[in-house]
Structures are given as structure tokens and as C-alpha cells.
């Protein structure tokens, strides 16, 4: 499978360029790995984020506390 890769420009503050110049050194990679990686993590977090909302959102086959407490108390 080939990937296309689409060229965007951010802007860093010196520190940042260059902590991020010496992680990608450490790790033996790319300074665009690295924001490549870290974009990746931040949308597939939003999209965890979604779809927990919406499953919080689904009641179905849930009780309210007024209910959950009347059915207790006929025990």
C-alpha cells in the first residue's frame, strides 16, 4: 500500500525545534515522524472522545435513579 504524504508547514519556537531535533536523534527518526505520530495520536483521541460521548448518550436499556430506587424498595 503507498501512502501520500500532503506538505503543511507549522511554526516552532527555537526550543522547540530543537528538543524536537534531538528526540527524533535519540529515536533514529525523522522530526516528521515524530509530528506525523503525535497528530495521529491527538486525532484518533478526539475520535475515542466522540464515540464515548455517543455511547453515553445511548439510554437504551438503562434505568433512571427514581426507578432503580422504586424497584428496591418493593424487595
Do not use: P
Amino acid at each position: 500500500m503507498v501512502t501520500s504524504f500532503k506538505r503543511t508547514t507549522i511554526f516552532l519556537t527555537e526550543e522547540q525545534h530543537e528538543r524536537l531535533r534531538r528526540l527524533a536523534f535519540e529515536q533514529r527518526t525523522s522530526m516528521a515522524k515524530l509530528l506525523r505520530d503525535a497528530a495521529l495520536e491527538i486525532l484518533e483521541d478526539a475520535e475515542d472522545v466522540r464515540e464515548g460521548l455517543k455511547a453515553l448518550a445511548d439510554d437504551k436499556g438503562t434505568v433512571t435513579w427514581k426507578q432503580y430506587h422504586k424497584g428496591r424498595q418493593g424487595r
